[in-house]
């Protein structure tokens, strides 16, 4: 479904990501994990045609996303607070993202419904603007947002953060679930490694831009990750 | 600590972003500052042998205090829309070892600098001097009528500050006090009861007595307390600090619906305006400056000069279009990579602008249809000046907006908010404005009235027949610029 070739991303002669091959099939549920700077959200950005890659190309569903819109319609994301509109209520953002995606006030309304667990009460009919809201409820807004209308690639950079403990719960079964069904291509990142290495079927590893691990989850994995991360701590015991 | 807070002020300022971007501002905002200084200066000098050359029979000191009521009021209305409590970002202060009064006096102090209290100086030390120059009253008189007045307009800057406080979230309790105020205005005007000139003779009596300045100096050390203790009571984070949280307001402009597949994006844009500060006197400023045209229709000058009754049109039906659509995509700065990353294509984005402009032109024409009252050829001029803004005018600016890189905060005000102000703002109002003013002036000159209005028409009218090519070029550049745009966009320094 995704395919990213030779890609790479300079500023000012630092090199922040490059990646040379990435291949991700359609329905897979691919977790990326790094420490600051890894180039986790660049690359989330460069398959949103939001930022220039330096050399390479991202293709999503053979689409090239640089050069048609094409893509827009079946993937969604939420990458920040600055994919919320601040000045509307939650409602009314979700029925414009609705609108965009070509579904009426009762589908979206059947989809809000399904969600009423993971908004625990704090987020419908609350009559406030999402601006108001604390930084874990329109972080809920934004994940269920992106989950608006069936597309078939969604795009969640660092959901778990902020949230409390019931909802990152709460999110681990809503990904499962869309991800049982083969059909939704999921793209997530994360620093929780416990919860990204139960949601994904595979983990890749990025360091300094570099792609330095690609692994297929199994029960070793999270292990595997965590002698990873902890490698500057052993060498210098 | 003091000097400390004053260094974390100053490296605010000039390490915000905008610093060393928009020179060409700065000099604007430079140029105004020196103006109104030689202008306030020239006026203090000049006060005493005008007023001896108009009202040779007034001691001048004493008819300048029957005015100054009057100026302070306008001075209090003035800062009332202006000045701000420079509330610097004090969050951060809290938790440190820092005693809070300093820090509340260090904001209030700050505020004593501001040009608005310089301005005054420059009237009352120059006047001041030139009567112990003239030797009116004791120096000792004028000195104490100086402290006075320094003290009264010292009054206002904190006065104005417990009133904003008061009355900035809900703008209608000011009623009854401009009530209060055009009372008395009235009162004063037809001579029924006089509080100027009742005031005027208060600060008489400090040329009599100069020990009666402590008076004044004792109200501005009542309002600066009051300011102090407001203050440090609301010194915590779910006070002012915070900001409140209002009911938010769910007008759903279902009319939109009929629009069809702009009607998300209209409803959109509509929400944007009335729910943000900045954008809705957009609005207000439409309606106030309908009335523009009365500066020229009512002035027999521009009868020979027609010209100036384009720009009159172009202006009205299109204050709404320059005042919005300049900051176009500006607006939705903050949210921009959401407009980027949704299945929103750019094409349909500026149709919906342009649409929603349209309307804006098509209601401006309608409201300023009364103008038929200058006569016929008035009403044809602003329709016609209506179409070309349609049709010439919306492209324009859209296209300018592709070079729009300034992020704009919703719900600051706009008054002397040059935020998002660019060189493209200043350069694009040129062609919006001379253009056709420019084109009618030749065809007037050279052939007739009728046929330089024709041409604006049929100008117009070819703009909205090939808006739709323009506008798929206009969403070309956008994509092509979108990512400095996205890059700019996110950059929150002014």
């Known amino acids: 479904m995704i395919t990213a070739t030779n890609l790479s991303k300079v500023y000012n002669g630092v090199t922040v990501l490059n990646m040379e091959h990435l291949d991700i099939p359609n329905g897979q549920s691919m977790g990326l994990v790094g420490n600051n700077g890894a180039g986790k959200t660049t690359f989330f950005s460069m398959l949103l045609d939001l930022i220039q890659p330096t050399t390479g190309n991202i293709f999503n569903n053979e689409i090239t996303v640089s050069q048609s819109e094409e893509w827009k319609g079946f993937t969604s994301s939420f990458i920040d607070e600055s994919f919320l509109i601040g000045y509307l209520t939650p409602e009314e953002y979700f029925y414009f993202i609705g609108d965009l995606r070509k579904q009426n006030k009762a589908d979206v309304d059947a989809l809000l419904a399904t969600f009423e667990d993971f908004f625990h009460g704090e987020i419908l009919g609350r009559k406030k603007y999402l601006r108001d809201l604390s930084k874990g409820n329109q972080k809920k807004v934004g994940i269920v947002a992106a989950l608006i209308g069936n597309p078939k690639v969604i795009i969640l950079d660092e959901p778990f953060a902020n949230l409390d403990p019931t909802t990152q719960i709460r999110l681990k079964k809503i990904i499962k679930d869309l991800t049982a069904q083969k059909e939704t291509t999921i793209l997530i990142s994360s620093h929780d490694l416990i919860h990204i290495t139960e949601v994904c079927e595979r983990i890749v590893v990025l360091d300094k831009g570099e792609l330095v691990k690609d692994i297929m989850t199994s029960t070793a994995t999270l292990a595997e990750l965590e002698t990873y991360f902890s490698r500057d701590l052993a060498t210098e015991q | 600590m003091f000097k400390r807070l004053f260094s974390l002020e100053w490296k605010s300022f000039f390490r915000s972003a905008s610093v060393g971007k928009s020179i060409g501002l700065k000099i604007l905002m430079g140029f105004l500052a020196l103006y109104f200084t030689a202008a306030f200066l020239l006026f203090g000098i000049g006060l005493y042998p005008l007023i001896k050359k108009y009202f040779p029979n007034e001691e001048p000191i004493m008819l300048v205090n029957r005015f100054v009521l009057v100026w302070l009021t306008l001075e209090l209305s003035y800062r009332f829309l202006l000045q701000n409590l420079p509330i610097l970002d004090i969050k951060p202060l809290m938790l440190l070892p820092i005693k809070r009064r300093k820090v509340v006096n260090f904001v209030l102090s700050k505020s004593l600098y501001s040009f608005f209290n310089f301005l005054p100086l420059l009237i009352i030390i120059p006047f001041g001097i030139y009567n112990i120059y003239k030797h009116t009253f004791s120096t000792l008189s004028i000195v104490g009528w100086m402290v006075a007045m320094i003290f009264l307009t010292l009054t206002i800057n904190f006065a104005n500050f417990i009133i904003k406080k008061k009355f900035t979230d809900n703008v209608k309790a000011l009623i009854p ?78 009319w939109t619906k009929r629009f069809g597949d702009l009607a998300p994006y209209l409803q959109q844009d509509l929400k944007l305006i009335w729910r943000n500060k900045r954008p809705k006197t957009t609005i207000y400023l439409s309606v106030i400056f309908l009335a523009y045209g009365l500066i020229f229709y009512t002035n027999d000058t521009y009868a020979e000069m027609p010209a100036f009754y384009i720009f009159a049109g172009i202006f009205i039906t299109g204050i709404f279009l320059i005042n919005f659509g300049q900051f176009i995509p500006a607006w939705d700065a903050g949210y921009f990579p959401l407009i980027m990353a949704q299945n929103i294509p750019l094409k349909r984005y500026l149709t919906a602008k342009a649409g929603l402009i349209t309307v804006s032109v098509v209601i401006l024409a309608i409201l300023s249809t009364p103008y038929v009252y200058f006569g016929w050829r008035i009403l044809m ?114």
């Not at chain 2, 600051?412 to 935020?419: D, E």
């Open chain 2, 177 to 254: 006090i401009v009530g209060i105020i055009a009372v008395f205005g009235t009162l004063d005007y037809f001579k029924i009861f006089e509080s100027s000139v009742w005031f005027g003779k208060a600060l008489n009596e400090v040329l009599q007595q100069p020990w009666l300045a402590i008076v004044p100096m004792l109200v501005f050390i009542f309002f600066y307390k009051w300011n102090q203790k407001d203050l440090e009571s609301k010194f915590y984070l779910d006070a002012s600090l915070k900001e409140e949280v209002k009911d938010a307001n769910t007008k759903e402009f279902l």
């Open chain 2, 381 to 494: 001029v602003n329709m016609v000046c209506a179409v070309y803004n349609i049709g010439i005018n919306i492209p324009i600016l859209l296209y300018s907006g592709s070079f729009n890189r300034k992020r704009i905060d919703l719900d600051k005000s706009p008054f002397m908010n040059y935020q998002g102000t660019g060189a493209a703002q200043w350069i694009v109002g040129l062609p919006l404005m001379v253009l056709p003013v420019l084109v009618f002036w030749i065809f007037y000159k050279f052939i007739s009235f009728e046929s330089g209005l024709t041409v604006l028409l049929v100008m117009g009218i070819l703009g909205l027949l090939l808006r739709n090519k323009a506008i798929g070029y206009i969403a070309l550049r956008y994509k092509r610029n979108k990512y400095a745009m996205i890059e700019g966009f996110k950059q929150s320094g002014q």
